[in-house]
């Protein structure tokens, strides 16, 4: 496990490096969670479901994960 130093701002927030973002595919947007073992802090990527779902459903609802979302919002709208 390789270690990265990052630094805690006044407001609690942490940057975190691009190489790091890069290797963990975490994008604006990308939700995480955050859990804590003993002393250690864990990150974890969580994938969006709309992402899955958009890659079961090819041109079921939608050609990508935008699309499906829009069909998921316009179903909402309807109720």
């Known amino acids: 496990m390789e270690t990265i130093n990052a630094t805690v701002s006044s407001r609690g927030y942490i ?9 963990m595919n975490i994008k ?12 250690k802090s864990i990150l974890q990527p969580v994938s969006s479901f709309t992402r899955k779902l ?21 179903e909402r709208e309807e109720r």
């Open 15 to 23: 940057v975190l490096p691009a190489r790091l973002r890069k290797e």
């Open 28 to 39: 604006a947007g990308t939700k995480v969670l955050l859990s804590r073992e003993e002393n």
């Open 54 to 74: 958009a890659g079961l459903t090819v041109q079921s609802f939608g050609a990508n994960p935008d699309e499906v979302e829009k069909f998921i919002d316009r």
